[in-house]
């Protein structure tokens, strides 16, 4: 019983994933941003230094399927985060607080693909971007067989951005489904701190 349903889930969210996929035409998105990185060149440098780097982003997310057990680099998924946290600085100015840190050799591991970078867009979508006192935290770390991404974030004051946790039980779906037993994920969600602390074993 529990194989089978763990079975329908799967082929559930790999049902979402392809209707998600076939809403937009890769083509259209990546001409339309590069048209659009053509007009602003001149005008307006940083606008078109945005849209250079969402459309790196789009691309690496295009490529490389949410259900590809084979995994990326996990340097190549960094290696998005800071394109990310690139466009976050472009948008505010430069006025952002984040830590990262890297510990350990990355080099040769893999990971499914559009993880670490779920989970840091969920800091950066609901947490305080330009405290000092309490900048976003986000470190990776490889010791042995194991793999350790924690994200930490302030929460940001005043009205809260509308969440239904969509893109965390997907997360944590894909992870079952990839890993099995050999990962935990660990969300504290505190009145004003959200940590999100992801290990996998074996990678």
Same mark, same amino acid.
């Given at each position: 019983?529990?194989?089978?349903?763990?079975?329908?889930?799967?082929?559930?969210v790999?049902?979402?994933?392809?209707?998600?996929?076939?809403q937009i035409?890769?083509?259209?998105?990546?001409n339309?941003?590069?048209?659009?990185?053509?007009?602003?060149l001149?005008?307006?440098?940083?606008?078109?230094?945005?849209? %250079?780097?969402?459309d790196?982003i789009? !691309? $690496? *997310?295009?490529?490389?399927?949410? +259900?590809?057990?084979?995994?990326?680099?996990? @340097?190549?998924e960094?290696?998005q985060?800071?394109? %990310?946290?690139q466009?976050?600085q472009? !948008? $505010? *100015?430069?006025?952002?607080?984040? +830590?990262?840190?890297?510990?350990?050799?990355? @080099?040769?591991?893999?990971?499914?693909?559009l993880v %670490?970078?779920?989970?840091?867009?969920?800091?950066f979508?609901?947490g305080?971007?330009?405290?000092?006192i309490?900048?976003?935290?986000?470190?990776?770390?490889?010791?042995?067989?194991?793999?350790q991404?924690?994200?930490?974030?302030?929460?940001?004051?005043?009205?809260?951005?509308?969440?239904?946790?969509?893109?965390?039980?997907?997360?944590?779906?894909?992870?079952t489904?990839?890993?099995?037993?050999?990962?935990?994920l660990?969300?504290?969600?505190e009145?004003?701190?959200?940590?999100?602390n992801?290990?996998?074993?074996?990678?």
């Open positions: 019983m529990e194989k089978e349903k763990l079975e329908v889930e799967n082929d559930k790999l049902a979402e994933h392809a209707f998600l996929r076939a035409n890769p083509h259209f998105l990546h339309t941003l590069s048209f659009l990185y053509a007009k602003s001149t005008s307006c440098p940083d606008v078109a230094d945005a849209i %250079l780097l969402l790196d789009m !691309r $690496y *997310a295009m490529e490389n399927k949410q +259900d590809d057990k084979s995994g990326v680099l996990i @340097t190549r960094i290696e985060i800071k394109k %990310l946290i466009i976050y472009l !948008r $505010y *100015a430069g006025r952002l607080f984040i +830590d990262i840190s890297i510990e350990g050799n990355l @080099t040769a591991r893999r990971i499914i693909p %670490l970078i779920t989970l840091v867009e969920n800091a979508k609901h305080d971007l330009e405290n000092p309490h900048p976003i935290q986000i470190k990776a770390a490889a010791e042995g067989k194991v793999f991404f924690v994200v930490r974030n302030r929460k940001r004051d005043g009205p809260k951005e509308i969440s239904h946790g969509i893109g965390l039980d997907n997360l944590k779906k894909r992870l489904q990839a890993y099995g037993d050999s990962f935990h660990e969300i504290k969600n009145e004003y701190s959200h940590e999100a992801l290990e996998i074993r074996n990678i």
